[in-house]
């Protein structure tokens, strides 16, 4: 324990400037959730099944084991900055290639006396990047696993990652939670082009939260990933019927706290084109808005944004990524990481 928070007491001082303030009893019954997009955290080897190759010591990026192990080093110093009272309880990750890297990041890394768990399943995405879900142990027990296969009827050849589902019990508040992470099929080819895509994987999502709410109209639903569309779209808003007015909180309803996080916040966590937006969202079910026991409120989702995750253009700041282009910038990630911190109802 004593090194967990030597830890935390570091990488406050040192990478963020945070102070350490003292916390009531009440605001330390805390239960942290994390999402981030890790953006091409391959391994350095050519796999077969994979369009890897440009991500090898002799690829067009040469991504080579000394990069590999800068980038483990970026990944944990962004989680140990999350929160500066603890490391998070939960973390969603995506854009990552298999187990061996998450369990390299989390086993070969300062991560690894916190003692976080996973459940990681490999998908079909022809890139190979996968999502994955961590979890301490010590604060969450796992009851069911399961990764959802989203079939696209308009291309049934197409592939793109699975969603992943955990359920489990928040220990210090004796409540179930469920999540859903997620990382939906990019706008590569087009916004257009693509946007079906991203509304079939909507609808499977629906699918599972309207199961679940069908079984406890008070059920806690956490959905995070990087949705590849923002809070205004009609995947989210339509497909999935994420509410944004937050006066009246309707039962068996989801909301999307990343509406609120753009629109009346200004928060972004992605940058294209000289525009802001936010594509890693968290969507919360009406059971956590309007609910005993963990609860949380429209305000306490936000972006995590330091200042050595950005760098800084004409019109503004951006994400500092690991490449531009083939170009090796030396970064974390093109994307910002978000989080929402819950809490027991007051």
């Not at 989390?106 to 961590?134: C, M």
């Not at 997620?182 to 082009?193: F, I, K, T």
């Not at 936000?302 to 050595?308: G, P």
């Amino acid at each position: 324990m004593k090194d967990k928070i030597l830890i935390i007491l570091l990488v406050c001082i040192i990478f963020c400037g945070c102070s350490v303030v003292h916390k009531s009893l009440s605001y330390q019954r805390e239960f942290v959730v994390m999402f981030y997009n890790l953006e091409n955290m391959f391994d350095i080897y050519d796999s077969e099944n994979n369009e890897d190759s440009d991500f090898t010591p002799t690829g067009m990026k040469n991504w080579t084991h000394s990069r590999y192990e800068t980038k483990k080093k970026r990944i944990w110093q962004v989680i140990a900055s999350a929160d500066n009272y603890k490391f998070p309880d939960i973390i969603g990750v995506c854009e990552i290639e298999n187990q061996n890297v998450l369990e390299d990041i989390i086993n070969t890394t300062p991560l690894s006396t916190i003692g976080y768990k996973y459940y990681y399943h490999e998908t079909q995405d022809r890139r190979g990047i996968d999502v994955a879900f961590l979890y301490k142990e010590e604060s969450f027990k796992v009851l069911e696993t399961n990764a959802i296969s989203i079939f696209f009827e308009s291309d049934p050849s197409y592939h793109s990652r699975d969603i992943i589902y955990v359920k489990g019990i928040a220990k210090d508040f004796g409540d179930t939670l469920h999540f859903f992470v997620n990382h939906w099929p990019s706008r590569y080819s087009g916004y257009a082009q693509s946007n079906i895509l991203r509304n079939t994987s909507a609808k499977t999502l629906k699918h599972k939260t309207d199961s679940i709410f069908n079984t406890n109209s008070n059920s806690k639903i956490i959905c995070i990933g990087d949705f590849n569309d923002t809070p205004f779209d009609e995947s989210v808003n339509v497909y999935l019927g994420a509410l944004t007015n937050y006066d009246t909180i309707i039962p068996k309803n989801l909301y999307n706290l990343a509406y609120y996080m753009q629109k009346e916040k200004k928060m972004w966590t992605y940058k294209y084109q000289g525009s802001y937006d936010i594509l890693d969202q968290i969507i919360v079910s009406s059971g956590l808005l309007n609910g005993d026991g963990i609860v949380c409120s429209k305000d306490d989702a936000e972006t995590i944004i330091r200042d050595f995750l950005v760098e800084y253009e004409a019109d503004g700041p951006k994400p500092k990524r690991t490449y531009i282009g083939m170009k090796y910038n030396d970064g974390f990630s093109d994307h910002l990481p978000v989080k929402l911190v819950l809490h027991n109802n007051y």
